[in-house]
């Protein structure tokens, strides 16, 4: 199908993007990589009457750091995350779960912040974000703002961000000493989306105990959530075998997990406890390095 008719913007700077945003209010759109919101304009999910391009606004795609936090701009590739030797160095589990999303198409043209604004319940960057306790940096004609990544994904395609904001910038802190992270997914075998994804982050303290514990899932529900009773029952513990079953087993507690004809509610509880094991179990071996 062809999309409606809509007009087409290209601003060359964030604050030319943000007043196109104020000018038109609803009736407009950022389009960065195009993945997500094409097809959905294509297929007249979706109508807009003003696109506004933000693919050419250079100052919104890199990658450094400013004091030690890992700056990572929004409309960076998936492909310039996972390739990236700075990712890799400070945060691999960010480059990890990029080079986990769709295919090399996929990962040349998606970007950090689209996938992170459409929220989409099948994402990967969402899980690791929540586990990476990662912050988002939005900007209006208001200014600028600082989201958490856990108030940022509010429901099924539906996250924090304010009429007239753009995502510019995901701020991460770098991890401490003896910390291991691992994201691990099963994929929807036709697009590569999670069915789950879990990411997992485990700072051991000199005896060997759990000391911090974040857990990311993405793809059980209708928002990527963090497990926090697993994460409470593994904190101060010894992540032996048995331990990290129990905690596991948690994963799922008070969630409404989706069912769909790739896997049921029941089968997805069950495979976001195995994959939450698998994860935490491999975040522990790379923190003992
Ligand atoms: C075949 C296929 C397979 C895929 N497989 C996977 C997968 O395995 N895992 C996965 O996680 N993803 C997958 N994706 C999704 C893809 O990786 C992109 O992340 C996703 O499409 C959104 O990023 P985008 O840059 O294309 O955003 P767009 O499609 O351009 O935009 C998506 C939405 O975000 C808004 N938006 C974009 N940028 C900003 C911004 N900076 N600030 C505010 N709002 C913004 C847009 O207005 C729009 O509403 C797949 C996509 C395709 C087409």
Not at 72 to 82: D, K, N, P
Not at 112 to 123: F, R
Not at 243 to 258: E, F, I, K, R, W
Not at 276 to 289: M, P
């Amino acid at each position: 199908m062809i999309p409606a008719a809509f007009e087409y913007y290209t601003p060359r700077s964030v604050n030319e993007a943000v007043a196109l945003l104020d000018q038109h209010g609803d009736d407009a759109k950022i389009l960065a990589g195009g993945h997500s919101l094409l097809p959905a304009l294509r297929l007249r999910l979706s109508s807009v009457g003003h696109l506004i391009d933000i693919g050419r606004i250079a100052d919104l795609a890199y990658i450094k750091e400013d004091q030690g936090t890992l700056c990572i701009g929004a409309r960076t590739s998936h492909y310039q995350v996972e390739s990236s030797s700075v990712v890799r160095q400070k945060c691999p589990l960010l480059a990890e779960c990029a080079g986990n999303i769709g295919d090399v198409q996929v990962r040349n043209r998606g970007t950090l912040g689209g996938s992170l604004a459409h929220a989409d319940p099948a994402a990967d960057y969402p899980a690791a974000i929540l586990a990476l306790d990662a912050e988002i940096q939005a900007v209006s004609s208001g200014g600028k703002r600082t989201i958490k990544a856990e108030d940022f994904f509010v429901d099924m395609l539906t996250t924090a961000l304010r009429a007239g904001e753009i995502i510019t910038e995901v701020r991460i802190t770098p991890s401490a000493a003896k910390t291991g992270s691992a994201y691990l997914k099963v994929p929807q075998p036709a697009s590569g989306f999670a069915v789950v994804g879990v990411a997992a982050v485990v700072t051991l303290d000199a005896s060997g105990k759990c000391a911090a514990v974040r857990v990311g899932v993405t793809g059980a529900a209708a928002k990527a959530f963090r497990a926090k009773d697993t994460e409470a029952a593994l904190t101060g513990k010894v992540p032996d075998e048995k331990t990290l079953t129990q905690a596991a087993a948690q994963s799922t507690n008070g969630v409404d997990a989706n069912g769909d004809i790739f896997a049921s509610a029941e089968y997805r509880t069950h495979l976001v406890a195995v994959y939450t094991k698998r994860a935490l179990a491999k975040a522990v071996e790379r923190a003992k390095g």
